[in-house]
């Protein structure tokens, strides 16, 4: 298990001096999240799930020709971790909201907007959001849809997904392809799947670009804990 404060920084580019924006990863426990930013940061996919208390990645990466230097918070979704949880927001320029798409969580959409939004008004008015559905491929797996009929459920579809992106006014909308770009009217929402290394990337990108387009406040940019 990661120790508390552990920290990963992958630098592949070195010219020039970088902006720095941070990106505060939340959603509930075992969604999908640690996953994700092991992927995109490591190249990584652990088959064992190990619940994350807090991590921290460090992540260069080169948006629309500027060098961006993407401070990564994981974040654990348990409840017990509220209050720790809740000091990861100062100074955010994106948060990024996670649920399952899979039957394995099927709260964790409905958390989007019942705790997770709720949360991040209070300790960060105002923030962009990227909301990502993550395991989308067990929707396209045969034993998995089989078994979910014999018991007369169904994965998060990308719909259902989408209508919370609109009333949470989230940021960022890849669809399917993920190079699709959206009219002014479409609220965003972005899918991926860790395991087979799908859409992460653009996750991120897209996450980058929603930073670059925050504008600084009078006291510092992101938002501050009180």
């Known amino acids: 298990m990661p120790l508390c404060g552990n ?24 969604c999908g999240k640690t996953s994700l930013l092991n992927v995109f940061t490591r190249g990584f996919f652990s088959q064992v799930y190990e619940p994350t208390v ?15 230097e993407l401070s990564l918070w994981d974040t654990a ?9 809740s000091l990861s927001y ?9 649920f399952s798409a899979w039957v394995d969580n099927p709260v964790s959409l409905e958390n989007v907007e019942s705790k997770w939004l709720d949360e991040i008004l209070e300790y960060c008015p105002g923030v962009k959001l990227v909301l990502v559905a993550l395991k989308c491929d067990l929707r396209d797996d045969s ?3 089989d078994r979910l009929q014999r018991h007369g459920a169904h994965s998060v579809q ?27 009217q479409l609220i965003p929402l972005s899918e991926c799947s860790s395991k087979h290394n799908r859409g992460v990337s653009e996750v991120f990108y897209e996450a980058a670009r ?11 940019e992101g938002c501050t804990v009180m």
């Open 7 to 30: 920290s990963s920084r992958s630098t592949p580019f070195s010219r020039g001096k970088p902006l720095q924006r941070k990106v505060v990863v939340c959603g509930d426990g075992a």
């Open 54 to 68: 807090f991590e921290n990645y460090v992540h260069d990466i080169f948006v629309d020709e500027q060098q961006v």
């Open 77 to 85: 979704g348990q409840e017990e971790f509220d209050r720790l949880r």
């Open 90 to 98: 100062a100074e955010t320029h994106v948060v990024m909201i996670c």
């Open 143 to 145: 034993s998995v849809k």
């Open 158 to 184: 990308y719909e259902e997904g989408l209508a919370v992106a609109r009333r949470i006014r989230a940021s960022r909308y890849l669809g399917t392809p993920p190079f699709f770009l959206p009219s002014p």
């Open 210 to 220: 929603v930073s670059l387009a925050t504008r600084p406040k009078a006291s510092g």
